[in-house]
């Protein structure tokens, strides 16, 4: 069973910043789709950015701009960098693993935005 390991969240005032993190297995990491979703109780899921296999990249429209997602192969890692960041971020983080035969998700992340 594929397992992801999530870091990085936390409380962070508005206009902060924050990173997070995703380790997926060395086996799959290269050939998936990682991707970060987040959601707030009472509301659906929404994707934040996703990036594929060859780099390319696309972020949902509240986020573009400020956040940054990036993935180091050799590393097994995927990042979310997230900067300029309101109180209406603030949700669970949960990363995302497409890859063969398989999709996955982390056990979330909570981003707390507050003064």
């Known amino acids: 069973q594929v397992q992801l390991v999530e870091s990085g969240g936390g409380l962070v005032q508005p ?9 997926a ?3 799959i990491f290269s050939s ?24 390319w990249i696309n972020y949902g ?17 995927a990042f979310l960098q ?3 960041l309101q109180p209406e971020d603030t949700a669970v983080y949960y990363c995302n693993l497409d890859g063969p035969g398989t999709i996955t998700w982390g056990q979330g992340t909570q981003v707390t935005v507050s003064s």
């Open 15 to 23: 206009g902060g910043s924050l990173t997070l993190s995703c380790a």
């Open 25 to 27: 297995p060395a086996s």
């Open 32 to 55: 998936s789709v990682l991707a970060w979703y987040r959601q707030d109780p009472g509301k659906e899921r929404e994707l934040v950015a996703r990036i594929s296999t060859s780099g």
């Open 61 to 77: 429209p509240r986020v573009k701009g400020r956040f940054t997602i990036s993935r180091d192969n050799a590393k097994n890692t």
């Open 82 to 84: 997230m900067s300029a």
